[in-house]
DNA sequence: GCTAAAAATTAAGATATCTTAATAAATAGA
DNA sequence: TCTATTTATTAAGATATCTTAATTTTTAGC
């Protein structure tokens, strides 16, 4: 556990054995079983979670009470509601375990403390904030010009694992198709 | 100008004028004229702008020679192609000034000094990465759900000036509609 | 002010995707 | 193993949006 946030931490500058244990003890494991709420719609994102074991999911409910999915969240990703958690103001989203699921939590509140005591950490976060940034804009790129037959390939080949762990019809949400057209799309194939 | 900087660095932490000049000792300013490329698809990004004043548009073309305009750049934003710049592999986009444009330009090998020099740095563009994160993300709920007339209407909300300073194929292209059909939206309305 | 180029509109027909509603298949819990 | 619940499929009709191509309007350069 400790292993993994020291080498997820020293990918991007240099953490003494000290640095990383200071930066661990700002983080407390939890566990989730499956469909409990990590985040509840109203409430306010006070964590970033990193996800040791385990899968969830990000979504909303739109006017119509459907449920739009955002992202998947899975082993070894930092997931939280970044508006919510930066802006302290209620969230817009749910994030939901699709499976029983093991996080380390990081309040706001240790995380600032975390910079003031480790500033190599403004770096960490800097980088994988662009990296993530980089990730969402590659897949607005792909999708936005991708049919609904496309996306779905590209999600298939791209993201294997996540059909085998993940229904069906949230995958289509993820998409934003029709659960019934990407069954169509399915049987054309 | 160095104002400007100024302001913005302080947004996010406390800068001396001593380290403000520092850091503006890094940038260069260059204009750019209307139609000029700020960067080239094929080529790797090495630079961020900060757009002093004037107007860009970045965008790629498709396999049927279609331009896809992913987003626009405007006064006091920070501009670049993320992933080229980061990743350092050559662009899938280009950078076009829709207006004469001034910018003052920051080399990835000067980014990458000034972080070693003023390492507060690293807390502004973690902040200002972590405030685009957001801003994508609002988009992309926004806009994922909403119909082609819906996200013009919104647009038009929004973001007024553009409306007066881009023409209306341009933001056809941004919100994912044909030109045609964004005509046939503004008649219907 | 005139002309060429760029931008916007119009309209008809084509297509992708959605909606609804019913049914079938798969899965989980007792 | 049986039953209830969840998930996936099917099909018909509706709708949003695109494609193409021609026409009009606006803008920029001389």
């Given at each position: 556990m400790k292993n993994q946030i020291h080498s997820y931490l020293n990918r991007y500058a240099s953490f003494s054995n000290e640095e990383t244990n200071a930066f661990f003890s700002y983080l407390s494991p939890k566990t989730f079983l499956k469909k409990d709420f990590l985040l509840n719609e109203?409430?306010?994102?006070?964590h970033k979670f990193f996800i040791l074991d385990g899968l969830v999911r990000l979504f909303n409910i739109d006017s119509k009470g459907h449920e739009n999915i955002i992202h998947f969240g899975i082993e070894h990703w930092w997931t939280t509601n970044w508006e919510s958690f930066i802006?302290?103001?209620?969230?817009?989203v749910y994030i939901q375990a699709l499976e029983d699921t093991t996080v380390l939590t990081l309040s706001k509140e240790n995380l600032e403390k975390a910079y003031m005591n480790i500033p190599k950490l403004e770096r960490v976060f800097r980088i994988t904030t662009e990296n993530m940034l980089i990730a969402i804009e590659r897949k607005n790129e792909f999708y936005i010009k991708m049919s609904s037959k496309e996306r779905y390939e590209f999600f298939v080949k791209e993201l294997p694992s996540f059909v085998q762990r993940v229904p069906q019809y949230m995958i289509a949400s993820y998409l934003d198709i029709t659960p019934e057209y990407l069954s169509e799309l399915r049987k054309k194939k």
């Open positions: 109203g409430d306010v994102c006070k802006t302290e103001k209620p969230s817009l």
